[in-house]
């Protein structure tokens, strides 16, 4: 059986509707290509970058809609946590919980995660290299952690802009066997907004191809019906309905056909 990863959501928890609408797709797309989506979603984007931007319900109410998702649809769920505190209400959820990049050196979060029993997801820093996560993994394992995974993301190139290095891939195969492709966020341009970072989802499928050829164990996707509404990461996230036409390139054995 395949082993590709795969994760795909809307940035943030905007909605139920919204929520409904990514997890039926996605349970298409299972069904469709034997795959086996995790679904994706934010209840808290603590990191925004103004004090005005949108966050999400919270973790109360936020955990309670991705529960509901789990429920409804049997898709296996994930979730970013910021603050040690958060992990055990959400490893009570969630299957895999994810770490985000700016605090994957917080030992008080890494372990806090591990103790849940779940699979943690860290996200490489954009300030280290692939081979930097040595201390992360290490942390998480000796804490308990039932797996670890990492996820590659872009380093910083300067100022408001990304630049991905694929050697992180292998570099970070040999610290855990599942390395993902953050697709999505590897595209940003942070900060380069008005109060918000940007970027250029025309990129997402080159990333995941390129990402497929330097060996990654699976691929992160944020998606949307109308990403050019979406109230976080709008300009990143992909247009759900080129999700599953993605996903078929980068199963194994498939031939890839790069945008025009």
């Not at 872009?154 to 694929?166: A, Q, S």
């Not at 390395?179 to 966020?185: G, L, S, Y």
């Not at 944020?222 to 247009?239: Q, W």
């Amino acid at each position: 059986m395949d082993k590709t990863v795969f994760i795909a959501g809307p940035c943030v928890i905007e909605n139920a509707e919204l929520l409904d609408c990514i997890a039926r797709e996605l349970v298409r797309i299972n069904h469709t290509l034997g795959t086996h989506i995790i679904f994706k979603a934010s209840f808290d984007k603590a990191n925004r970058t103004s004090l005005h931007a949108f966050r999400g319900p919270g973790i109360e109410r936020g955990l309670q809609m991705l529960a509901d998702i789990k429920q409804r649809y049997g898709l296996r769920i994930t979730t970013d946590i910021h603050e040690a505190w958060q992990a055990e209400a959400a490893g009570k959820v969630c299957d895999v919980l994810q770490i985000p990049a700016f605090l994957c050196r917080q030992t008080d979060l890494l372990v806090a995660a591990a103790r849940t029993g779940c699979t943690v997801n860290i996200k490489k820093a954009q300030f280290l290299s692939g081979r930097d996560m040595k201390y992360p993994v290490q942390k998480a394992l000796e804490s308990g952690a039932a797996d670890v995974w990492l996820t590659e993301r872009g380093n910083c190139f300067g100022y408001n802009n990304l630049v991905v290095d694929f050697r992180n891939i292998a570099d970070m195969k040999e610290l855990t066997p599942t390395v993902i492709m953050d697709c999505t966020h590897s595209v940003q341009r942070p900060s380069a907004g008005d109060g918000k970072t940007v970027g250029d989802r025309k990129f997402v499928p080159s990333m995941a191809l390129a990402a497929k050829a330097f060996g990654a164990s699976g691929y992160f996707f944020e998606v949307h019906p109308e990403p050019d509404r979406g109230l976080s990461d709008a300009a990143n996230m992909l247009e759900l309905d080129k999700l599953e036409g993605l996903i078929k390139q980068l199963l194994p054995g498939a031939g890839a056909q790069l945008p025009a």
